[in-house]
């Protein structure tokens, strides 16, 4: 399992790659990933397979709540299920 670190790390560094415009110490954990539109739209299904491949788990869409992917902290919050989380 990887650690909260690794897990956020991996998170950045995708965005970055499907950004291509943003630099990794530019995006911050609080920074607005979609408001600012460093990850469009339709761009999120990718983000749900990366998070699924991150978490090693499938993740359901249907029970997805509205602001799960506002920015770093938030989808960590969601999504990272290590030990303190767990």
């Not at 110490?25 to 990366?50: G, H, N, P, V, Y």
């Amino acid at each position: 399992m990887k650690s909260e670190a690794e897990f956020r790390s991996e998170l950045r560094k995708w965005i970055v790659n499907k950004n291509g415009k943003i630099k990794a110490e530019d995006l911050k954990d609080d920074t607005a990933i979609i408001e600012q539109r460093i990850i469009s739209s339709l761009q999120l299904m990718d983000l749900i397979l990366e998070l699924e491949k991150l978490s090693e788990e499938a993740l359901d869409v249907e029970q997805l709540k509205p602001g799960v992917f506002k920015n770093i902290d938030s989808i960590c919050h969601n999504f990272y299920k290590g030990e303190s989380n767990a």
